[in-house]
């Protein structure tokens, strides 16, 4: 399964993996029925989770809601640390994951905007570093794994600073690869896909942040918490959710 799964998402393009992987993999979850680990976003237990990534990691993905250890890490931290589920927001989500877009709408209904630049699951089409939305519109906004694709992160982070309210915040997660280094490596002249996998971690990324990814958003103008919040959970938790140990939800505020 996992050498499947790495083929898919290898040379598969993304929008095509977004509108039919799931409808794929509610039939393996079958398979996978059992008691072992649980999803938080779906509440769907498991045997195991699915494999997933191009260098596979084992009890990885939700084969239910297609979420991913750092989904439902999220996923607790907005439960257990924000009023995210309390009450209505106004809310973007770059880059909508499937996993949260119809639990995330149910309860934000029409102030709840889904864009990306080429994702069919997005109702606004844009590009992250100049949005059709007027400064402090947004309580809350969603941008994961996205600003390791983009040309200039910087203008990026300035872009999301500047649409959000004052007093909202921000999830930005990035890809952490371990050992991180000191500072960020960027290379415009590295252009081709085996080039940038080997340089930055994957063929469609133009970048890979390092210890400086904090300070990089501070200077967008973010406050920014490192937050640990899985260190705060019981180990047969984390375990149970299959949660990433060595990632920190990236809290920002305005």
């Known amino acids: 399964m996992k050498y499947l799964i790495s083929f898919f998402i290898r040379y598969i ?23 072992k680990v649980t999803c938080p976003v779906c509440d769907h237990s498991f045997r195991k989770f699915l494999p997933y990534g191009r260098k ?18 999220m996923w607790v931290f907005l439960k257990r640390e924000t ?31 889904t864009a990306d630049i080429e994702s069919p699951l997005a109702k606004v089409k844009l590009d992250v570093h100049e949005m059709p939305f007027e400064n402090n519109q947004f309580d809350v906004v969603f941008c994961n794994h996205v600003l390791e694709h983009v040309a200039d992160d ?14 909202g915040f921000a999830i930005l997660q990035i890809p952490l690869f371990h ?56 180990l047969e938790e984390v375990n149970r959710f299959a949660l990433p140990f060595d990632e920190p939800v990236f809290y920002c505020t305005k």
């Open 13 to 35: 393009p993304r929008k095509y993996l977004q509108l039919f992987s799931h409808w794929v993999l509610k039939i393996v979850a079958v398979f996978y029925t059992g008691n």
């Open 154 to 167: 910087r203008k990026a982070m300035s872009e999301i600073h500047r649409v959000l309210k004052p007093g």
């Open 179 to 234: 050992p991180l280094k000191d500072n960020t490596f960027e290379d415009a002249s590295i252009i081709s896909p085996k080039s940038r996998e080997k340089a930055f971690g994957q063929s469609d990324h133009v970048r890979m942040f390092g210890r400086d990814y904090a300070d990089r958003l501070r200077s967008a103008g973010f406050n920014v918490d490192e937050n640990r919040y899985i260190e705060k959970m019981p």
């Open 83 to 113: 009023d995210f589920f309390e009450k209505q927001k106004k809310v973007l989500h770059i880059a909508p994951e499937i996993c949260f877009i119809d639990k995330f709408e149910a309860i934000h209904k029409e102030d709840y905007i």
């Open 56 to 73: 596979a990691r084992t009890n990885a993905l939700c084969p239910n809601c297609l979420a991913l250890e750092r989904h439902r890490l």
